[in-house]
């Protein structure tokens, strides 16, 4: 079964301060990982999308990863406006996304 | 830059009530999909949309939800009979290509609480 867990659950960070984002998942014949902030009340906002083991992509302070069993979200010198929960999630073999829980990010000034 | 809107964006019902949720997918996509969220749980998968017919239901997409595409434009969620733990944001998203890859693309949701 396609599973993702992601951790931590929840994320404070004094704004400047850089830290990771996990994302660990299980698929069967991966066609992507995705990595999506979401705001309150607010539907998932694609940020990067990773097909393959040594991938990396970039986008403004954020750096996504990814290895044959986890992705990484690398969050440099984050913003109060970086506040958000990230998603992350994955498509198999079935087409569909399979989404772990997120990871709430408190950036505090 | 094209969106895929949702109406209505809060919907109350009482419980036993029939609801449609209504999705306007990004123009030449052809994938069509329907997430929800419990509050404070996973975005969780319903079902897709492929060529007029459904490619996939989860089990949670059980004979009181339908889906439809009733014209060019719209894509519908139906629920017949709303129960309590219906309450919930309903996304609807949209791939322009054939589900093999890409990535999807999601409204801004509809919130639908049961009373």
């Known amino acids: 079964e396609d599973q993702v867990t992601q951790s931590p659950e929840a994320l404070r960070l004094q704004e400047g301060e850089s830290s990771s984002l996990n994302c660990s998942y299980t698929v069967s014949g991966l066609r992507g990982l995705f990595w999506y902030r979401q705001d309150p009340g607010k539907g998932p906002e694609f940020l990067f999308t990773l097909y393959s083991a040594g991938e990396e992509k970039e986008k403004e302070r954020l750096k996504a990863t990814l290895t044959k069993k986890e992705s990484f979200l690398h969050i440099t010198a984050p913003k109060p406006e970086d506040s958000a929960t990230y998603l992350c999630?994955?498509?198999?073999?079935?087409?569909?996304?399979?989404f772990g829980q997120g990871t709430t990010l408190q950036v505090k000034p | 830059e094209p969106e895929v809107t949702q109406t209505p964006s809060h919907q109350v019902t009482q419980m036993g009530q029939e609801v449609i949720l209504r999705c306007v997918p990004i123009?030449?996509?052809?994938?069509f999909y329907w997430y929800r969220q419990i509050l404070g749980q996973k975005v969780e998968f319903l079902v897709s949309?492929?060529?007029?017919?459904?490619?996939?239901k989860s089990e949670i997409f059980d004979d009181q939800f339908s889906v439809e595409r009733p014209d060019g434009s719209n894509f519908t969620l139906k629920i017949r009979s709303t129960k309590l733990e219906d309450s919930a944001m309903y996304f609807c998203?949209?791939?322009?290509?054939?589900?093999?890859?890409?990535?999807?693309?999601f409204g801004e949701g509809s919130r639908l609480t049961v009373l």
């Open positions: 998203a949209s791939i322009n290509l054939a589900g093999v890859a890409g990535e999807l693309f």
């Open positions: 123009s030449n996509h052809l994938y």
């Open positions: 999630a994955v498509r198999g073999n079935t087409g569909k996304l399979i």
């Open positions: 949309f492929y060529n007029n017919e459904i490619s996939e």
